[in-house]
T-cell receptor, first 114, second 113 residues
Framework: SAVISQKPSRDICQRGTSLTIQCQVD?????MFWYRQQPGQSLTLIAT?????????ESGFVIDKFPISRPNLTFSTLTVSNMSPEDSSIYLC???????????FGPGTRLTVT | GDSVTQMEGPVTLSEEAFLTINCTYT??????LFWYVQYPGEGLQLLLK?????DKGSNKGFEATYRKETTSFHLEKGSVQVSDSAVYFC????????????FGKGTTLSVSS
């Protein structure tokens, strides 16, 4: 199994600012995923991040709003830019385990935008 | 596209009651199916999985059977405990390795003693 940590665990930010969320994995992984979980809702995939290539964004998510970096096989960052209250969510990173479909999730970053 | 539909919550039960959380899916091909659990204040954890038709996944007293004919993967437990209180997510993954998961909306379970 993989152990995933995220920083920060929570933050309260003002609208118009940006926050960068870090995701660290204790082993090398090829694919990392970033999800958003809005209050009372399910998880929605934001993007898939492979090391050495541009992230692939899902419909409704754009790079200017959610830039992602993936500098190596154990680390990734997601930035939430020009935040508004609608961005208040839990943001989770996950990694594929190598077994079909199985993923390990980080503990999440709880973001509140005021 | 592929999708997952699970029963609306919240589900409120007394300790030792029987639990069923319904989950149906729509997918092309033969996806793998999963139940994830999210305890209060924690990230998601894999609870159980099934990778082909008629497979039964089980863990911690929970079970779910992959029913291709009814495109279902209902979660059951014979006797719930207070510690089972959590949000349960049904999910599917297409056959390709590493493909992101598609989640249902989640069902909140609350168990009282």
């Amino acid at each position: 199994s993989a152990v995933i940590s995220q920083k920060p665990s929570r933050d309260i930010c003002q609208r118009g600012t940006s926050l960068t969320i870090q995701c660290q994995v204790d082993s090398q992984v090829t694919m990392m995923f970033w999800y958003r979980q809005q209050p009372g809702q399910s998880l929605t995939l934001i993007a898939t991040a492979n090391q050495g290539s541009e992230a692939t964004y899902e419909s409704g998510f754009v790079i200017d709003k959610f830039p992602i970096s993936r500098p190596n096989l154990t680390f990734s960052t997601l930035t939430v830019s020009n935040m508004s209250p609608e961005d208040s969510s839990i943001y989770l990173c996950s990694v594929a385990s190598g077994r079909v479909g199985e993923q390990y999730f980080g503990p999440g970053t709880r973001l509140t935008v005021t | 596209g592929d999708s997952v539909t699970q029963m609306e919550g919240p589900v409120t039960l007394s300790e030792e009651a029987f639990l069923t959380i319904n989950c149906t899916y729509t997918a092309t091909g033969y996806p793998s199916l999963f139940w994830y659990v999210q305890y209060p204040g924690e990230g998601l954890q894999l609870l159980l999985k099934a990778t082909k038709a008629d497979d039964k996944g089980s863990n911690k007293g929970f079970e779910a059977t992959y029913r291709k004919e009814t495109t279902s993967f209902h979660l059951e437990k014979g006797s719930v405990q207070v510690s089972d209180s959590a949000v349960y997510f049904c999910a599917l993954s297409p056959r390709q390795a590493g493909t992101a998961l598609i989640f249902g909306k989640g069902t909140t379970l609350s168990v009282s003693s």
